[in-house]
């Protein structure tokens, strides 16, 4: 299973739905954030939306009310774990919609980690800064 963009008209139908079933803007805006962009490192979230609890905002007020559309708010493991800007190995995670569940049966998210690690080897050594940069220069947004 592959990360999705989705469309201008897809998106709309995803923030409608999200924003009818909660009244959680940050489930909003995470919403907006990921349906432009895909494979996100969790810390971008977390500062470009300006939340805290991203698993507990996807679960409870975004995955509920846009499954009917056949859509999903996942994260995945990166190949290589990510490093803070002290050099430390953290936990994050990488962020996306997706069209169909993280537990399906063919789900393999290995594809999207050796998709990205070939493009950029380094990029779970990157600061958060540097991560978003090198995704766009690769034409990954």
């Keep these: 299973m592959k990360a999705v963009l ?29 349906g432009q962009r895909h494979s996100v490192r969790t810390s971008l979230v977390n500062v470009e939306c300006s939340v805290g609890n991203l698993s ?8 509920p009310h846009i499954e009917h559309l056949g859509l999903y708010v996942a994260c995945a493991k990166p190949a290589r774990q990510f490093r803070n800007k002290f050099g430390e190995k953290t936990q994050e995670t990488r962020w996306s919609f997706y069209a169909a569940a993280a537990n399906d049966p063919d789900f393999d998210i290995s594809e999207l980690g050796q998709e990205l690690d070939a493009l950029v080897p380094d990029l779970p050594d990157l600061d958060a800064d540097s991560w978003e940069k090198t995704l766009a220069d690769v034409g990954i947004e």
Excluded at 13 to 31: D, E, F, Y
């Design 6 to 34: 989705l469309s201008a008209e897809q998106l709309s139908t995803v923030l409608k739905c999200v924003a009818s079933g909660s009244n959680q803007k940050g489930a909003i805006r995470i919403a907006a954030y990921l």
């Design 56 to 63: 507990d905002q996807v679960s409870r007020h975004i995955n």
